[in-house]
């Protein structure tokens, strides 16, 4: 039989300008368009119309970071680490840092293949936060983990912040926005609901989903 494919517009009219030092959170339903958004930030999926100027180069840290499954955590590190452009005199210094950040104990000595998609998702976040860029963007990276990560990752994204990083973060728990964002952009069916600060913003699509949840539609 004949196979129909059906076109979806991921996004639609989506336009905004995020400065210096901003954390943006994106937040919305699933197919909204948040990590289509992402990509198409970070250069890797190209926009049938409009574009994206950024100031430096956005480093995408997402579940598909391209790791090597039959390799050790460690191993990997050291590989990410060096596809970012460190030389290995420089990775020496820095591994147990990025180690400790993840936070996956022993784990981290074996191959990545055996690692549950939270762990798999703290080492990416942890490689990622080492390249200290400009602008990074994180696709669903913190909501995994224990309170301990939660503060270690706090951490990092605080001496991001230090350093005037921009930060796009991706997260289905609209608290985490709350708390690490500064401002939040609410996406429904490709299309820009709300963009303000990160609390209002949060907790409107919070009460949204829950009205949803609730089958009382607003």
């Known amino acids: 039989g004949l196979t129909t494919y059906t076109r979806v517009q991921a996004l639609k009219n989506v336009s905004f300008r995020v400065h210096q030092g901003e954390h943006v959170g994106l937040v919305g339903a699933n197919g909204s368009g948040k990590s289509t958004l992402l990509r198409i930030i970070a250069g890797v999926e190209p926009p049938d119309t409009g574009r994206v100027l950024s100031a430096a180069t956005p480093v995408l840290l997402g579940v598909a970071a391209a790791l090597i499954p039959a390799l050790t955590g460690a191993r990997n590190v050291r590989l990410g680490l060096l596809a970012m452009g460190f030389e290995p005199k420089e990775i020496r210094e820095i591994l147990p840092g990025v180690i400790e950040l993840a936070g996956i104990g022993e784990a981290i000595h074996r191959p990545m293949n055996t690692y549950s998609s939270g762990m798999g998702a703290r080492l990416r976040f942890a490689i990622a936060a080492a390249a200290r860029p400009d602008i990074l963007l994180v696709d669903e990276a913190l909501g995994t983990g224990d309170a301990a990560f939660a503060a270690r990752s ?34 429904h069916g490709g299309e820009m609901v709300l963009d303000g600060e990160a609390e209002p913003v949060a907790r409107a699509y919070r009460f949204w989903a829950h009205q949803i949840a609730q089958e009382n539609y607003p």
């Open 154 to 187: 706090q951490r990092a994204i605080d001496e991001l912040r230090k350093g005037s990083g921009t930060i796009f973060l991706v997260s289905h728990a609209a608290q985490t926005i709350e708390e690490m964002c500064t401002r939040a952009i609410w996406l």
